[in-house]
């Protein structure tokens, strides 16, 4: 089995930043991974897809955090990270930690760390 565990949420204000982190733990060795992903969900809405970092290090972003958001991952350490910069109030959310692994086979998630921006 792998565990993730995000950390790093907290209050900020609208403009600030945020560096989210998620470690790895578990059955790791010599995990191998399709995707690692963020998503967030919002009070009352649908959890929704933030961040993507799939093989050869290619990332995508949702449009709304398009040049606000940065995604990484520390391939010696098993963290992924999520650099937020430039808050918003409409990032408010809880944030999850996702890997959609080929070994060991699974989708795996965290159980979420919650951010929230004042304006």
């Known amino acids: 089995q792998v565990q993730l565990v995000e950390s790093g949420g907290g209050l900020v204000q609208a403009g600030g930043s945020l560096k989210l982190s998620c470690t790895v733990s578990?059955?790791?060795?010599?995990?191998?991974?399709?995707?690692w992903y963020w998503y967030r969900q919002a009070p009352g809405k649908q959890r929704e897809l933030v961040a993507g970092?799939?093989?050869?290090?290619?990332?995508n972003y949702a449009d709304s955090v398009k040049g606000r958001f940065t995604i990484s991952r520390d391939n010696v350490g098993n963290t992924l990270y999520l650099q937020m910069d430039s808050l918003r109030p409409e990032d408010t959310a809880v944030y999850f930690c996702?890997?959609?692994?080929?070994?060991?086979?699974?989708?795996?998630w965290g159980k979420g760390t919650l951010v929230t921006v004042s304006s």
């Open positions: 996702n890997a959609l692994l080929t070994f060991p086979r699974g989708n795996y």
């Open positions: 578990g059955s790791i060795f010599g995990i191998k991974a399709m995707g």
């Open positions: 970092l799939t093989a050869g290090d290619n990332t």
